[in-house]
C-alpha cells in the first residue's frame, strides 16, 4: 500500500472489522497524497474520544451501529469537519443531504465512487479550509533518475503520462522520459489535477482541450482514451455530475 504523506486526517467509524479495513484500504491506495493519518473507532464512545483528542479533518460514518446509530456522532464535530457516510443502507440519503456531507458511499465502495469522492473532498477543503488544501506539498517539480543524472521535471511541463508495463513515459513538450514505476506508484506523487482518465493515462486537467464518451484531445493535438471510469472523475473535476 502506499504511505501516507497527505496534510488531512481521517476517522473511520464502522462496528465491523471489515468495513473500517476497506475504507483505510482506499484512502491508501486512492488518496494517499491527501491523507497524513488514519484513526479507527468501533462504536460512538471510542469516536468521540479520537475526536476530542485529534480533530480529525474527514470522518467516514457507518449509520446502523450495534444498538446506535453513526448520525448521532455529527452533534460532537466541529463545522469544519467534513462527513462521508459508508453505508450498507441506501434510505438513510435525505438525512444525510441534510447534514451536508460530501458524499454517501454505498458498501461495497467502489472504486469509481471513492475517486469521484477524492476530488469532493478536495473541493470542499479548498472551499472551507484553504490552508489544508496543499495536498501536494508545496512541490512544484518531479525529480526523477535518468542516466545516472536527478533530472527535474515541472508538473507545468507535463503533458500526460503513459503506461509503459512496469514503467510509465512522461511526455513534455520537449522530451519523453521513462521511469521504473507504475502509474499507480507515480501518482501520489503528482499534483491533484493530474486525472487517470484511463488504466494507461495520467492527465492534468489543464491540457485537455476537448473530450468525449471514449477519448479527450489534448492541447498539443494527441488523442487519448478515456475510460467510463475515467469520464467520471474527469467529470467529477470539472464540478459535473
Do not use: W
Amino acid at each position: 500500500m502506499n504511505a501516507l504523506n497527505g496534510s488531512l486526517s481521517a476517522l473511520v467509524l464502522d462496528d465491523e472489522k471489515s468495513g473500517r479495513d476497506m475504507v483505510g484500504y482506499f484512502i491508501r491506495e486512492n488518496a494517499s497524497e491527501l491523507f497524513g493519518q488514519i484513526y479507527y473507532a468501533t462504536n460512538i464512545a471510542e469516536a468521540n474520544k479520537l475526536i476530542e483528542e485529534h480533530s480529525p479533518d474527514v470522518v467516514f460514518l457507518d449509520i446502523q451501529l450495534k444498538g446506535e446509530l453513526g448520525f448521532s456522532l455529527s452533534s460532537k464535530l466541529s463545522p469544519n469537519t467534513h462527513i462521508v457516510v459508508v453505508s450498507a443502507y441506501p434510505e438513510y440519503a435525505l438525512q444525510a443531504i441534510k447534514m451536508e456531507v460530501v458524499d454517501y458511499l454505498l458498501k461495497p465502495i467502489a472504486e469509481s465512487d471513492f475517486l469521484q469522492l477524492k476530488q469532493k473532498i478536495q473541493k470542499r477543503i479548498q472551499r472551507t479550509n484553504p490552508a489544508k488544501s496543499i495536498s501536494d506539498n508545496g512541490k512544484s517539480s518531479l525529480v526523477i533518475r535518468e542516466s545516472g543524472m536527478n533530472v527535474v521535471v515541472p508538473f507545468q511541463d507535463i503533458e500526460y503520462v503513459e503506461a509503459a508495463g512496469a514503467y510509465s513515459k512522461i511526455i513534455t513538450g520537449q522530451k519523453e522520459h521513462l521511469i521504473s514505476k507504475t502509474l499507480k506508484v507515480l501518482s501520489p506523487s503528482l499534483p491533484s489535477h493530474f486525472v487517470r482518465v484511463h488504466r494507461s493515462y495520467l492527465v492534468p486537467v489543464d491540457q485537455i482541450a476537448t473530450y468525449k464518451s471514449s477519448h479527450l484531445c489534448l492541447k498539443n493535438g494527441k488523442q487519448i482514451a478515456l475510460s467510463k471510469t475515467g469520464k467520471k472523475v474527469l467529470q467529477s473535476s470539472y464540478g459535473i455530475g
